[in-house]
């Protein structure tokens, strides 16, 4: 039986988080300095697949990845955002949605590391 390593894949993304955090935080801290680039930090999922650490599921619908049958929709170009002409690349509120996004995923995984550890405490105090 392998070890479980839950606490330290949700260690190792709260970090990514964090970094994607200051990021986001530095792009809209810069949104008016001229020639400044909106940076963003490289997806969890590349990092994940760098560190050698697999996810396994149970059911094939578990972690389900596009073009399983979930319905998408195309944003058409008039759909998109206005642009704004400044001195640099920054959207301030792309810019935004990512902040929220970054929140999302942390509540989630501090959610599931909670959860997790209940479990583990309910395991102990049970005796197996």
């Not at 578990?62 to 959207?91: C, F, I, K, N, Q």
Request: glycine fraction near 8%; avoid cysteine.
């Amino acid at each position: 039986m392998t070890g479980v390593y839950l606490f330290d894949l949700a260690a190792r993304q709260a970090r990514h988080l964090a970094v994607r955090q200051a990021t986001i935080a530095g792009n809209v801290a810069n949104a008016n300095t001229p020639d400044y680039r909106a940076r963003d930090v490289t997806p969890f999922a590349q990092v994940l697949a760098r560190t050698g650490l697999e996810l396994a599921t149970t059911s094939t619908t578990h972690g389900a990845a596009p073009g399983t049958g979930v319905p998408v929709r195309a944003m058409p170009a008039r759909d998109g955002w206005d642009v704004l002409e400044t001195a640099s690349s920054v959207s301030l509120e792309q810019e935004m949605l990512k902040a929220s996004e970054v929140s999302r995923q942390h509540n989630l995984n501090t959610g599931i590391v909670k959860s997790f550890h209940r479990m583990l405490m309910l395991a102990v105090r049970s005796g197996g």
